[in-house]
């Protein structure tokens, strides 16, 4: 017999992705290996571009773990849209990331944010979610880091 709820909960949370952690670690030798490792941990990554007022002109949000860079936001004032700064961005958090031993990135984007951009800088679509949400396309891209 269950009893089923639906709330938010921040110690269930916390004591269901600890299992979880153990279950996966336990299922996967890759995992396992990481356990205790600097690898384990994901480390936070962030590029900032301020004009020269100290307004923030751009930025890149994102995390290494293991040998993969996630980005999580990129993004670039309309003001400097077209300057090439959302490729420096990238291009800097690349660099720091292949300096942390990364060898891979990911990201995702909306139809209507950057997927070009991203082709451009030698990232590849590897997944497309259509409708996510309701009419927007979202794609997962990837690039090998040299």
Known sequence: MFRIEA??????RDLLR??????NTAASPVLAALRGTPGEREVPLHVW?????????????GHTWTNWLHITY???????????LGSR??????????????????????????????RKQGYEVVGVVPDYPPGITEYTLTKHLP
Do not use: K, N
């Not at 600890?18 to 279950?23: T, V």
């Not at 571009?49 to 949000?61: H, I």
């Open 7 to 12: 709330e938010v909960d921040r110690g269930r």
């Open 18 to 23: 600890s299992r979880l952690r153990d279950a």
């Open 49 to 61: 571009a301020m004009d020269t007022a100290d307004g923030l002109a751009g930025g890149l949000v």
């Open 74 to 84: 990129l993004w670039v004032d309309a003001a400097h849209r077209g300057t090439g």
């Open 89 to 118: 961005l990238l291009a800097e958090a690349e660099r720091i990331a292949t300096a942390r031993g990364c060898t891979a990135a990911r990201l995702e984007t909306w139809d209507f944010q950057a997927p070009h951009f991203y």
